[in-house]
């Protein structure tokens, strides 16, 4: 890249020196991301104004702001600016009881977030540390560490000028960018960012170039591709002043990151990085980030950012058993039923033997009779005919599909269009009425959409829209490949549609479950959480052992004390009244998958299985213990179900069968198992009934001959060893 020479800076905020004024930071707002994820939708409506779980995007961004304390909002918009000034206009942020001291509204023709950049530097009304963030950022987190941090090191070095907030998550987190991947290299003594990369895994990028003058042997440097960017920095104006300079910088990480960091000998300018452990934070930045982002919030993973926070003006959700969320006004069949992890908006209709799972449905909705509707999203006003199969789509306003139809999952159908009856919607169609802006009216200044005639191949003879054709979604605004984002959205069957929540696992239950019996469980070494239930009645629809193995694994991975582990599973078994059965199989999985990861992880020090389970269980023991009722029964049925799941966890993890031995060992001798329980347990035919069971009881078996060892040889031993003793 091409730059100019440095100008010059003035050394200060505008109006006086920072020890003459308190400081304060202002945000900056991009509502418009040049990007093309999100076509046909975005040829019409702004990403920030869509709906992410029946709430515009933009609410969730104002709201992480205004809980974050920031007083003064730029609001800086590029395509479809009236539409935003006119929602805004009607929402609570611009009344007199708004938190925000200042909003400010700023048009602008800018065609990447590089001619945003420079544009905001020319207009001079950032007066000191700002903030800048996409109007699809969904958050909880409060941002007064950060700028402390940031603050703290300005206040040493001017020459710090930038910290970005990244969200530490793992490596196939399903909110990251994937196509390609970012790579921080970071210098953990400083937290300061020394390296950006790039990897794309899907043509075979496994490797980054580390620049060897990082890798002194006095330097403990970081090299991480487990955090999530969600594009959320605190900024000095200097920044601003580097856009200007490197005139040809479009894209925030791709050019801008990299090039300061490559010229960090030239210029002295450092990036710090503050990672997140706990808060929620991702960025709407794709399809199947839409889907994640909206399965998280409908499960209270964003909390308190959730649906019956009513953060929108006129909204009145009511949480219910299974996390749906009931709009008022809503008219229900008897016949009907709506399955966990649902919304349904104020004044929508569904008729009679309709199945609604896993879905959000919009306001004023008209749902036909015997409709089937999973893993989809209806916007406003949308009408589905009876009959009709709604898998893994987006549907936007006021569209309508006829009677009859079978939509497939991953499908798109844009505003207003209309499928008519007895139409299959592929997989892969984006249906819309209304194409990208002619080039000549986006050189007037005023962007046009071209019209879609109607393809009645499409949408049938009684139809309304066409294929949409985009010429340029083969490249995103960092220039890299978009194409394989949308296509996994195209897949959403197999990518985004199960109960998986946005976090560093995803639950193999359903998949397991669907596999041939004579086909071998596979390893799930690579970040899966799995219960291998194909042997036990388990539902696949369990949702509850997703949320609470994730939730629970993710505390493990943290090092939370036992108190913190015992608080969490108690407030997820009583948010779904979920039994104990499901508690346990939900304990089991997380903590085997936890001891699994610290062998994994123990190459180093080459830590034994034994020591691995033995210092887990005995700084957990107590959770265990509030497992189990039965000590005082004579039949141990919940020893029974406890050692019978703890099999069928441990067929699908490495070392499974030596695991199990020392937890079985372990929970006797801390007195959470007994010997009655095991007892039953070893001879229940049940835990003998498959290979895989069998195989799990191999190595514990000897330590089950001992426990029935008669008493009188070990009495016998014990004398032995006692006169040997004396002797």
Not at 578 to 586: L, M, P, T
Request: charged share 30%.
């Amino acid at each position: 890249m091409s730059k100019r020479p440095a100008k010059p800076r003035p050394g200060g905020p505008k109006g006086g020196s920072n020890d003459e004024r308190e400081e304060t930071l202002q945000a900056v707002v991009l509502t418009d991301t040049f990007e093309t994820a999100f076509n046909p939708f975005t040829c019409e409506r702004p990403r920030c104004l869509l709906p992410v779980a029946n709430t515009p995007l933009i609410e969730y961004t104002l709201e992480f702001l205004a809980h974050a304390g920031i007083q003064d909002v730029i609001l800086y918009c590029g395509a479809h600016t009236e539409l935003v000034e006119s929602y805004l206009k009607r929402s609570k942020w611009l009344l007199s009881s708004s938190p925000f001291r200042k909003f400010e509204i700023f048009k602008s023709a800018s065609r990447s977030v590089g001619d945003a950049m420079r544009d905001l530097d020319s207009r001079d009304i950032i007066t000191g540390d700002f903030l800048i963030v996409n109007g699809d950022v969904v958050s909880n987190m409060s941002i007064g560490p950060a700028w402390q941090q940031h603050r703290a090191r300005r206040a040493a070095n001017k020459n710090a000028i930038m910290t970005m907030i990244l969200r530490e998550a793992g490596t196939t987190h399903r909110t990251k960018a994937r196509r390609p991947g970012p790579v921080f290299v970071v210098d953990a003594a400083e937290h300061r960012c020394v390296q950006y990369e790039e990897v794309d895994v899907f043509d075979g990028g496994h490797y980054v170039n580390v620049d060897p003058d990082f890798l002194t042997p006095s330097s403990e440097i970081d090299i991480r591709s487990d955090l999530i960017d969600c594009r959320i920095d605190i900024c000095t104006p200097d920044v601003l002043a580097l856009w200007t300079d490197s005139f040809d910088y479009e894209s925030p990480r791709k050019h801008f990151l990299h090039g300061v960091l490559k010229d960090h000998e030239l210029n002295g300018k450092t990036v710090h990085v503050h990672i997140l452990e706990r808060d929620y934070a991702a960025r709407v930045h794709d399809l199947p980030a839409y889907h994640a982002v909206s399965r998280d919030i409908t499960s209270r993973w964003s909390y308190p950012i959730c649906p019956d926070s009513n953060l929108s003006p006129g909204q009145s959700y009511r949480l219910q058993r299974g996390h749906v969320y009931m709009g008022d006004g809503v008219v229900l069949a008897q016949s009907c039923q709506i399955e966990r992890k649902s919304i349904i908006g104020s004044k929508t209709s569904i008729g009679e033997n309709s199945r609604i799972r896993g879905s959000v449905i919009g306001r004023r909705c008209q749902i036909g009779r015997n409709v089937t509707i999973e893993g989809a999203y209806l916007w406003d006003d949308v009408v589905i005919g009876d009959g009709s199969k709604i898998d893994g789509a987006i549907i936007a306003d006021e569209a309508e599909v006829g009677a009859q139809c079978i939509v497939e999952p991953g499908a798109l159908i844009s505003f207003g269009v209309h499928v008519g009856r007895g139409m299959t919607v592929r997989g892969k169609s984006r249906i819309s009425r209304v194409g990208k802006p002619h080039e000549r009216s986006k050189l007037d200044g005023e962007a046009v959409n071209q019209e879609i005639s109607t393809d009645v191949s499409v949408v049938g003879e009684d139809g309304v829209g066409g294929e949409f054709v985009d010429s340029d979604e083969d490249e995103d605004a960092d220039g890299s490949l978009n194409q394989h984002s949308n296509r996994l959205m195209y897949t959403l069957s197999n990518e985004a549609r199960s109960d998986s929540s946005i976090s560093t696992l995803t639950s193999d239950t359903e998949t397991e479950m669907e596999q041939p019996e004579h086909q071998e469980e596979s390893s799930s070494v690579g970040g899966h959480l799995s219960t291998s239930e194909r042997d036990g009645g388990v539902s696949t629809d369990d949702g509850f052992h997703h949320d609470a193995a994730t939730s629970l694994f993710d505390a493990l991975q943290r090092d939370e004390g036992p108190d913190i582990v015992q608080i969490e599973l108690q407030g997820l078994r009583m948010g779904v009244d979920a039994d104990y059965h499901q508690v346990r199989r939900a304990v089991i999985s997380a903590f085997m998958k936890h001891i699994e990861q610290r062998l994994i992880n123990s190459h180093s020090t080459s830590m034994s299985t034994g020591e691995a389970v033995n210092k887990v269980l005995k700084r957990y023991r107590n959770v265990f213990e509030k497992l189990i009722f039965d000590q005082q029964k004579k039949v141990k049925t919940d020893q029974f179900d406890f050692l019978l799941s703890l099999q069928r966890e441990l067929m699908s993890r490495q070392r499974g069968e030596n695991i199990m031995l020392f937890v079985v060992r372990d929970l006797y001798q801390l007195d959470v198992l007994d010997e009655e329980g095991l007892n039953q347990w070893w001879d229940d035919p049940a835990s003998n009934a498959t290979g895989e069971l069998q195989r799990m009881r191999k190595c514990t078996e000897p330590f089950i001959e001992w426990l029935r060892k008669p008493e009188e040889d070990s009495e016998e031993e014990e004398s032995e060893e006692e006169e040997e003793e004396g002797e």
